[in-house]
């Protein structure tokens, strides 16, 4: 679709806004939100006709592209034949749904609990653990995103939970592997590995392993900075868990349904968790949803005794419908194998390429369309370009490579210092070619600002 300017129209939108609407994780009167007029696959475009390629997926979820034909046409019939339903009743997208999602899961993970987004799916996914063990702690990492709710944020390990840490809900955090900013004066990935695993369960001693009830990990953490764990490090969790009866849940909101170029990112390390939370990419966020997929054992705790737990709109039949279809065009246009071969064969390569002609890059890391960039002040010590949760004038680095990328054409998603390549899955090779030319420019500006 070409875009069609329309300032006016663009006006009163922002304005409407700008009036009413009061946006999270802002400090409202110092946002100035751009007014969308469309999107179509990869890219979306303001009200001037400005037109940019969607490196945010979103918020790491449209993993299929804005206005699939297919899923909007699942989303119209759907609502023609039956809009909405109690969740107590057997609907056929909601049963459908729950078995295309079943078939994919790793292992026995084969009962779906549905919920509206991720972090909802995360606090029942922590309930049913604490229920299945009758232990109260929570075990997660630092460097971690779970949710904005009130268990889920206070599971997070990044200066988002500090606002609301009670310093009550039951959470002990602890240090994940990352080499590169590695805690444990490691060298290699071996080390990091190991070092990581003697760390977590030391942990666990102190803590008392009869007062933990799970652990929870981001199979690869996503706004974090997109960790890809070492080879080892989540088997050698599964084997602690086991050793300690503690349940195991993989987060794998961001990182599921094609994203690491496979289905979930636990078949990239060959690992079953008790409890696997998603959201986001099940339906490309089209209608919002999201879920648990629970193991037997867990299930069975629940089988003559009642859950505690539920949600008015849990397996919503639009929401529902837009997961089986976008399951269907994910397996038959082969969108998961697209993003394993151009994280592999254009993303990768064309980012460390880039590593080594800008000295604002530090690392570069990641898998399928799963990719961050660490961008730093000075390479030799690995100073970030800018403060650990900055803002304001401390951020202005961060600020004018951001501007770059969207003046370049690009809306980049960044966090603290990183950039994230995070396009749609089902993005082209010529698309992501633009984009990454792009981002080479706007690292240009980050290269200003090193020493």
């Not at 009866?245 to 078949?267: C, K, N, P, Q």
Request: hydrophobic share 45%; net charge negative.
């Amino acid at each position: 679709m070409t875009p069609q300017p329309d300032p006016e129209v663009g006006a009163a939108v922002k304005a409407a806004d700008r009036a009413h609407v009061f946006h999270s994780w802002s400090a409202q009167e110092l946002i100035d939100p751009l007014a969308v007029a469309g999107a179509e696959g990869s890219y979306f475009w303001d009200y001037d006709g400005r037109r940019y390629l969607d490196f945010t997926s979103g918020l790491v979820y449209t993993n299929i592209g804005y206005q699939h034909p297919k899923v909007v046409a699942a989303i119209q019939e759907q609502a023609a034949h039956l809009t909405t339903f109690a969740p107590a009743f057997a609907i056929e997208a909601r049963s459908e749904a729950a078995r295309l999602i079943a078939e994919r899961t790793p292992g026995d993970l084969d009962k779906i609990f549905f919920t509206n987004g991720g972090a909802d799916a995360v606090e029942h996914a922590v309930r049913m653990a604490r229920l299945h063990t009758g232990r109260p702690k929570v075990l997660s990492a630092y460097r971690s995103y779970h949710g904005g709710t009130q268990q889920a944020v206070n599971i997070t390990g990044d200066p988002r939970r500090w606002a609301s840490d009670s310093a009550t809900a039951g959470v002990v955090h602890f240090w994940a592997p990352f080499l590169y900013r590695s805690r444990f004066y490691a060298q290699t990935e071996e080390q990091e590995c190991a070092r990581a695993l003697e760390h977590l369960e030391t942990t666990i001693a102190f803590e008392g392993p009869s007062t933990v009830a799970a652990i929870i990990l981001e199979t690869i953490p996503g706004t974090a900075g997109i960790m890809v764990p070492p080879a080892g490090y989540l088997a050698g969790v599964r084997e602690i868990c086991d050793k300690y009866g503690i349940v195991f849940v993989l987060d794998e909101v961001m990182a599921g349904f094609g994203r690491t170029g496979e289905w979930f990112a636990a078949d990239l390390f060959d690992v079953t968790p008790d409890l696997m939370t998603f959201a986001k990419g099940v339906n490309s966020g089209y209608v919002p949803l999201g879920g648990v997929a629970i193991s037997g054992a867990v299930a069975e705790t629940f089988g003559k005794r009642p859950y505690p737990g539920g949600l008015t709109y849990s397996g919503h039949p639009l929401a529902c419908a837009a997961a089986v279809a976008t399951i269907n065009v994910m397996a038959e246009e082969g969108i998961v194998e697209n993003a394993a071969r151009l994280g592999a064969e254009v993303v990768g390569p064309a980012l460390r390429e880039l590593a080594e002609r800008h000295p604002s890059v530090g690392e570069v890391r990641g898998v399928g369309m799963f990719w961050a960039v660490e961008l730093v002040k000075n390479r030799e010590t690995r100073e970030p370009l800018v403060p650990y949760n900055a803002a304001g004038e401390a951020n202005a680095p961060m600020a004018a490579f951001g501007a770059a990328a969207k003046a370049g054409g690009i809306w980049p998603f960044m966090n603290m210092n990183r950039t994230h390549v995070v396009p749609p899955c089902n993005v082209s090779e010529a698309e992501l070619k633009e984009g990454l030319a792009a981002l080479d420019a706007a690292l240009a500006v980050a290269d200003e600002y090193t020493q």
